[in-house]
């Protein structure tokens, strides 16, 4: 009976080890808050596996639980307007569109699924931004999308952003590109006493917004 649980025990530790290897690991450089040991990052990727393989979104998705992000957050796990997982990888964003060369991030549907693709140049940022990030992109859940989608997606995004320095202040890297946008969006929230009034105007006066329509399925003028 020993010999028999030893080998029950003994397979459970190989499987682990094999799933964890399947996933690309957090960068060496990222400061993590300490609860994310190895060990927990990996037992997250058991959650995580169908939305994507680099770890550091699968922290940045435990982040979210309990916030302001819950809702992104089941989005992205599978309750949205598909029914699955939202994809998340890092992509070269050119490669779907020139225009989108300089994007942090890109919403794609494809068929009846759902993508999100993040710019290489943010690989190393903190995954809190990365949360933050993903809060407004998850909100993108079909092939239409409005200036007030964006205001909204944007304010989301800037309301994320103060929860996660409130919980994880190491995150406030200055030397991330994805956390200058983070701090500016902070910035004008916080110039609107926390309403969308200073974002609302970024939004619309953004040229890369300027062919879309005021409203879209789901979201009203702001």
């Known amino acids: 009976m020993k010999k028999i649980v030893l080998s029950v025990i003994s397979l459970i530790i190989v499987t682990h080890s094999v799933n964890a290897a399947q996933f690309e690991p957090i960068p060496s450089n990222v400061v993590l808050p300490k609860k994310y ?3 927990y990052i990996d037992d997250l990727g058991f959650e995580y596996k169908s939305v994507s393989k680099n770890q550091i979104f ?3 998705l435990d982040m979210m639980k309990g916030t302001t992000a819950e809702f992104s957050r089941k989005a992205i796990i599978g309750y949205n307007l598909t029914q699955k997982p939202i994809k998340i990888e890092f992509k070269d964003l050119s490669q779907l569109n020139q225009a989108y060369a300089s994007f942090d991030a890109v919403g794609w549907k494809k068929k009846n699924r759902l993508y999100i693709y993040i710019n290489p140049k943010h690989e190393s940022a903190p995954p809190a931004a990365l949360a933050a990030l993903l809060s407004h992109e998850a909100l993108h ?7 007030s989608e964006e205001t909204y997606a944007w304010t989301m995004e800037a309301n994320v952003w103060c929860e996660m320095l409130k919980q994880y202040p190491e ?13 500016i969006l902070k910035q004008l929230l916080e110039k ?7 974002i609302k105007k970024t939004v619309y006066a953004n040229d ?3 062919n879309l329509p005021l409203t ?3 979201f009203s003028e702001q």
Do not use: I
């Not at 859940?141 to 200036?147: A, F, M, P, R």
């Not at 995150?171 to 994805?178: D, G, Q």
């Not at 609107?192 to 200073?198: D, H, S, V």
């Open 37 to 39: 040991t190895q060990e």
């Open 58 to 60: 699968h922290v940045a």
């Open 141 to 147: 859940q079909d092939e239409y999308n409005s200036l």
């Open 171 to 183: 995150s406030n890297n200055l030397e991330s590109a994805l956390v200058t946008r983070e701090n």
């Open 192 to 198: 609107g006493n926390f309403t969308n009034k200073y």
């Open 208 to 210: 890369g917004y300027k």
């Open 216 to 218: 879209s399925p789901g």
